[in-house]
């Protein structure tokens, strides 16, 4: 698995310079706005693959806190479960806003599923603490760069920095909690790390949805989507936007398996350290 | 259950009367709002009609700033003497422990918001235009709000190296839609120029969502070693 780090990073690397070159490139000018517009490729590809490690990092954090015990635990998993059926019948019975289509809200539901029983395969214990860290560094970093991007590009278009608007805040408020999620980590010492640090993303994964309808009737100025059913995107730019998404999900994902082998790498360290100084108290200093 | 509640009215009596004694948290937490109050006051100097638009904010950031004065002695005051690993061993259920350590934050937040109303209709000339009855709920529901988080994040922060800093900075994110259905909803009922109904319903909405959760989680909290 170790010997796969550099090709995988070979190729991320390689991805991310033709993808460049794509949107600063070949990628078609936007009639209205001009070459301002290619920010978009930037933007668009870390807001969904930051939501996309906060996710992973929400389901980390759960699975840490229900693993303790061998019955919450088997409850979790049919909870998760019956929340994938529930989410494909909803799909498909419920009348969705328009744009949103019924098997795109359905296979979201399954992929949600399937990542959480991946993890719960791959990780456990210590280890699925040091991936809830990795996620949400990384997490973070590409929230960092949606929220830089973003008043870039709506410094021309919109002729303000920031609005108060549903997008912007609640994208806001995510990094805000995320933040002082790492700074809990930072300062707490020991073994219950993990532990308030699993409920404060819980807490903070609970406060997402009501940030979100706590701004619902603010005006909006944000585009909506142009992508699906009712986009109006151009098929080229389409096209060079998932090219941009698949470089940026590889690039954290070598970002997130860099940091995470560290974490693991920094734990074995300090427990070996902890070891020795038992065994002979004299040579720690 | 009835030991649930005698449990928790019995550490909820304590608590008050230790309170009742010193008067620690309620002083400090009455001359800060106070504090704040004049600061603002003297940043701004608004008309009738300007400070309706304002006030909203003014009173419930004084409030939450006073409050976290009071969560932060929450559980410090448990590290004396190793009170809290007493609690951590005892048969007691832990979610009664951290109810009535909630109402009694819950007591102490409405006993500042009674005496700093009158200090603030004094010095920033408010009268409601809308329904004033509704403040009432707003102030219940959004006290309930900075309370049970903030019970909760000081039990995570009484963990860390940096105590006093750390509850803020835990609190302030989660507790932002709170805070803006508290100031959205006093506003409009202020102005009278819309209807404060839907910020009443987030409240509700984020008291029962983070009343489940912190009872939930709690005693994993509690005995996180």
């Not at chain 1, 979201?108 to 791959?122: C, E, M, P, Q």
Request: aromatic share 14%.
């Amino acid at each position: 698995m170790k010997r796969f780090f550099p090709i995988f990073g070979a190729i991320t690397s390689a991805l991310l310079a033709f993808a460049l070159y794509e949107a600063l490139i070949a990628a078609p000018t936007e009639q209205t706005m001009g070459n301002v517009q290619r920010i978009f490729y930037y933007h668009v590809p870390s807001a969904w693959t930051a939501f996309l490690l906060f996710s992973l990092n929400f389901m980390a954090s759960v699975q840490y806190l229900v693993r303790r015990n061998r019955s919450s635990d088997r409850l979790a998993n049919w909870i998760v479960i019956a929340l994938g059926v529930i989410t494909c019948i909803v799909a498909f019975v419920v009348k969705l806003p328009d744009g949103i289509e019924p098997s795109s809200v359905a296979s979201t539901g399954i992929a949600a599923v399937g990542i959480y029983f991946l993890i719960r395969k791959y990780f456990a214990g210590d280890k699925l603490d040091a991936f809830a860290v990795s996620t949400a560094e990384v997490g973070v970093v590409f929230c960092t760069v949606v929220l830089v991007t973003g008043p870039l590009w709506a410094r021309p278009v919109w002729g303000i920095w920031w609005t108060w608007d549903i997008r912007l805040t609640t994208t806001f408020v995510l990094w805000l909690i995320y933040v002082s999620y790492l700074l809990l980590r930072r300062f707490s010492n020991g073994s219950q790390t993990a532990v308030i640090a699993s409920a404060l993303a819980i807490f903070g994964a609970l406060d997402v949805p009501l940030v979100y309808f706590s701004i619902w009737f603010f005006p909006t100025q944000h585009p909506q989507p142009v992508i699906g059913d009712g986009g109006s995107i151009d098929p080229r730019m389409l096209r060079v936007l998932l090219l941009n998404w698949v470089a940026f999900l590889c690039f954290a994902l070598l970002l997130c398996w860099a940091r995470y082998r560290l974490e693991v790498l920094r734990r074995e360290v300090d427990e070996t350290l902890a070891l020795e100084s038992l065994l002979d108290p004299r040579s720690s200093r | 259950m009835s030991l649930f509640r005698s449990i928790t009215a019995t550490s909820l009596a304590k608590d008050v009367r230790l309170e009742w004694r010193s008067k620690d948290a309620i002083n400090s937490m009455l001359f800060f709002a106070l504090l704040v109050v004049v600061v603002f006051s003297f940043s701004f100097d608004p008309n009738a009609e300007e400070s309706r638009q304002i006030a909203g904010g003014l009173v419930w950031v004084a409030v939450l700033f006073a409050a976290v004065v009071a969560l932060n002695q929450t559980w410090t005051r448990e590290l004396r003497n190793h009170v809290l690993d007493a609690y951590r061993v005892s048969p007691a259920p832990a979610n009664s422990l951290f109810l009535s350590k909630a109402l009694g934050n819950f007591i102490f937040v409405c006993v500042l918001e009674a005496l700093m109303t009158p200090l603030f209709i004094l010095f920033y000339n408010l009268r409601a235009l809308g329904p004033g009855w509704q403040l009432i709920p707003i102030a219940v529901l959004g006290t309930w709000a900075i309370v049970v988080n903030g019970t909760f994040f000081a039990a995570l922060s009484v963990r860390t190296r940096a105590r006093e800093i750390m509850l803020p900075l835990l609190l302030f994110p989660i507790s932002i839609p709170a805070l803006l259905g508290m100031v959205e909803g006093t506003t409009a009922i202020l102005s009278g120029q819309y209807s404060a109904r839907f910020w009443i319903a987030l409240l509700i909405a984020y008291d029962v969502v983070f009343t489940i959760a912190s009872l939930f989680l709690f005693e994993t909290v509690l005995h996180a070693e």
